[in-house]
């Protein structure tokens, strides 16, 4: 089959990815640092790293350090805050032909609220994905993510809210059973998933003692964690996204169109890109030519069709 008669579009809720590729949240900035290196016009879309209502330092440095086959990281949601990613950083993505997602934090469920409706009002906010990994203050800093009943809760009351962008649930690794908060965001009315976010982790040094990151506990992510998350895709995919057909933006180790075709196989409509961006930052676009030439090589046509289509033992 030959490349030009490859379609590469997919939709996400009501976003209509020009491919399957987009940036993950807090690995390309606000867009601007990748932009640098290529049009992001050239990107199914954009996901910004956590905006939360109010500007955060977050943790001091060391607050990123490389392990094997990965990345440890605990940046403590470092962000410019609602208002100024309203007034500079928005208004910036809008020169480029690229759906923007914000990504949005909070450590209260009023605060998610009035950060969801302040970018549902606004201008060139194609999607809203929450980032539900982030410590409950009410509840004692149990992450919001980790249990079905406090993220249903954060999900329906930020669902009242947002009724122009799509609405995306960014799951945490972190849980038992994925397809249980999989299932509650769901029924909370989500209209995508994305999964995962990092997994919790810590590096120690050996002859001082000292944890690697000042914060200690950080998340991992980069191609340690990459069959962990085809594996929760594929429960995610089978156990609600499929049957729902909800869309699933698949992340975790992304860095090879190999990887971007093994993602849609397992049932992501889209991927998103962190780590690979440290590796090389035009990663992202050598993917979107990369997967064209994957699917030419299969002989499939549309990214769409390699949507959760994998073999089972004896299928052929
Ligand atoms: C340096 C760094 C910063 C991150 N910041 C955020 C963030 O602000 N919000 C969020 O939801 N996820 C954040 N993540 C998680 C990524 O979006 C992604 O879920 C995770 O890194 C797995 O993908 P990867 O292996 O391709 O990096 C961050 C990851 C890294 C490495």
């Given amino acids: 089959m030959a490349q030009g008669d490859i379609d590469l579009g997919v939709q996400v809720g009501s976003i209509a990815m020009k491919n399957p590729i987009a940036t993950a949240s807090g690995c390309g900035g606000y867009g601007e640092e990748l932009a640098e290196f290529y049009d992001l016009g050239r990107l199914g879309a954009i996901v910004t790293k956590s905006i939360t209502l109010q500007p955060r330092e977050g943790h001091p440095p060391p607050r990123l350090v490389e392990v094997r086959a990965g990345m440890l990281n605990a940046i403590g949601l470092a962000n410019v805050g609602l208002d100024r990613f309203l007034a500079e950083k928005l208004p910036a993505l809008a020169r480029f032909d690229v759906p923007v997602i914000v990504n949005v934090a ?31 203050v009410k509840r004692g800093g149990m ?18 809210k947002v009724t122009r962008a799509t609405l995306i649930v960014k799951l945490s690794p972190n849980v038992t059973d994925i397809a ?19 997994l919790r982790g810590m590096a120690i040094d050996p002859w001082t003692g000292r944890p690697a990151l000042t914060n200690t506990v950080g998340g991992l992510s980069g191609p340690a964690i990459k069959p962990v998350a085809i594996y929760m895709i594929r429960r ?3 156990e ?30 889209a991927v998103s890109v962190g780590t690979a961006n440290f590796v090389d930052p035009q990663t992202c676009v050598t993917l979107v030519d990369g997967v064209r030439e994957g699917l030419a090589r299969l002989g499939v046509s549309s990214a769409r069709d390699l949507v959760g289509r994998m073999q089972r033992g004896g299928e052929t």
């Fill in 180 to 198: 249980v908060t999989a299932k509650a965001a769901a029924d909370a009315g989500a209209d995508a998933l994305s999964l995962v976010n990092t």
């Fill in 240 to 269: 609600v996204a499929g049957p729902r057909h909800l869309p699933v933006i698949g992340l975790g180790g992304v860095q090879f169109a190999e990887d971007v075709i093994e993602f849609l196989r397992a049932g992501a409509t």
């Fill in 106 to 136: 909070g450590s209260t469920p009023e605060e998610y609220v009035a950060v969801c409706a302040a970018l549902d009002a606004a201008d060139g906010v194609a999607g809203i994905e929450l980032n539900v990994s982030c410590p409950n």
């Fill in 143 to 160: 992450e919001f993510g980790v249990a079905p009943e406090p993220l249903a809760a954060l999900v329906e009351a930020v669902r009242e």
């Fill in 236 to 238: 995610v995919w089978e």
